[in-house]
């Protein structure tokens, strides 16, 4: 049962952690800081701006874009890594409205992460009157999706409950009354296998920095389906989405393919970083990390609800329904996570009572779950929350 899982060697992890954050923020792979300072001194070092071709610089957020979405289910050719989760919801949202213009509805859920849901504001201040974002309870999302539908903006797994909506018929549901599907995979790529064209999802966003382990900021991802490829129309249309961006034209053409959706010059250091993290991922098999990962979770909620009676789980119990999180709801929960942070276990708190826990089978074990419970117990059983320093919150929880 405790078998060391052998990519756990290629993260550079400290000692003394117990790290279940990574579905905010990744474990640092050791080959990232070999390729930064390769890419720093060899390649912008040496080669200076003869490295966009030499080294093939220009191409990286189609490269990159590529390994991603072998992660998701998504062919060659169609996903980009690229500005930020939120600068590509919107993009991709607006491109998406622009395919259903006699449509001015986008259906998202209050379970969806905040940025998501302003963006979407954004864009309907943006455009004519008549648009409207339009909620409605996670559980009643996919009735509530009738042909007044443009866009289903939906986030796969909720960054709060972990709760996990069903890609496959909530796209079904979508394409049945007309309307199109974005998908958020923040929680979900490099967490479990997503099948974006199998279930013949639109549109998809996805971030960098979490269970990619691209490092803080990392660059997002998009993905544009096949089909709406040579029909799409961006907002953000600058110049390194143009068809011949060195051509200097004054008026913009589309670039084919998803290469569309990209906007400035690409940050090379970071997607060279993105780029060497994605290589933890070779080799594996997704179902398999998934399986892993309900594995930990299920002894994890076994452990800390025999241990801390005092929790109260609110993920869902069937590991079908749940992304590769568990959370759980308890009093003055900012302190008690602080207080377990200083016991060395990290995870995170989100408001107003939740204390949240991600399982990354890359780099964690049954034997990493244990321990994470007992101290658990320790914080609870002697209140060790209870402390003025634990009360102070700081900027970023
Ligand atoms: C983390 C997260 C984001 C983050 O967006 P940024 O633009 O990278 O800040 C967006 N959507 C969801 C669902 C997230 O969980």
Not at 198 to 207: I, M, Y
Not at 252 to 272: D, F, K
Not at 289 to 298: D, F, G, P, R
Not at 341 to 364: C, E, K, M, N, S
Request: net charge negative; with cysteine.
């Amino acid at each position: 049962m405790n078998e060391k899982l052998p990519r756990k060697e290629l993260f550079s992890l400290p000692e003394s952690v117990i790290y279940l954050d990574g579905n905010s923020l990744g474990v640092l792979p050791k080959g990232v800081s070999q390729r930064l300072k390769d890419t720093v001194e060899n390649e912008w070092g040496r080669s200076l701006i003869t490295g966009w071709n030499e080294h093939s610089w220009i191409d990286m957020p189609e490269c990159v874009g590529d390994k991603i979405g072998r992660l998701v289910g998504a062919p060659s050719g169609t996903v980009i890594a690229s500005d930020s989760t939120s600068i590509n919801v919107f993009k991709v949202l607006s491109a998406a409205l622009n395919l259903r213009p006699e449509r001015k509805v986008i259906l998202s859920d209050t379970g969806n992460f905040p940025t998501d849901l302003y963006v979407a504001q954004g864009l309907v201040r943006l455009r004519e009157a008549g648009y409207e974002l339009r909620l409605v309870k996670p559980e009643d999302l996919l009735h509530s999706i009738d042909e007044s539908i443009a866009v289903v903006l939906v986030t796969e797994v909720d960054y709060r409950t972990g709760r996990r909506h069903n890609m496959k018929d909530l796209t079904a549901a979508a394409h049945n009354a007309g309307a199109l599907t974005l998908w958020d995979l923040a929680h979900s790529a490099g967490a479990f296998p997503v099948y974006l064209e199998e279930c013949q999802a639109d549109f998809a966003v996805g971030c960098g920095y979490k269970y990619l382990n691209g490092g803080p900021g990392a660059p997002a991802f998009l993905y544009v389906s096949q089909r709406h490829q040579s029909r799409i129309d961006t907002p953000l249309s600058g110049w390194m989405g143009h068809e011949a961006p060195f051509a200097f034209q004054l008026d913009y053409a589309p670039a084919a393919g998803v290469n569309q959706m990209r906007v400035g010059t690409p940050p090379v250091l970071a997607l060279s970083a993105l780029d060497a993290a994605l290589d933890v991922f070779d080799g594996v098999c997704l179902e398999g990390l998934w399986q892993k990962s309900v594995v930990l979770s299920e002894l994890f909620i076994e452990e800390v609800e025999a241990r801390c009676p005092e929790l109260e789980l609110v993920s869902p119990r069937d590991s079908k329904c749940r992304g590769s999180q568990v959370s759980f709801k308890v009093a003055e929960g900012y302190a008690v996570m602080q207080a377990l942070i200083a016991g060395g276990v990290i995870g995170d708190f989100r408001a107003p009572d939740i204390i949240r826990f991600g399982f990354t089978p890359l780099y964690l074990d049954e034997e990493d779950i244990l321990k994470a419970a007992k101290v658990l117990q320790r914080v609870m059983g002697e209140r060790l929350w209870d402390n003025e320093a634990f009360y102070k919150k700081a900027k970023v929880t």
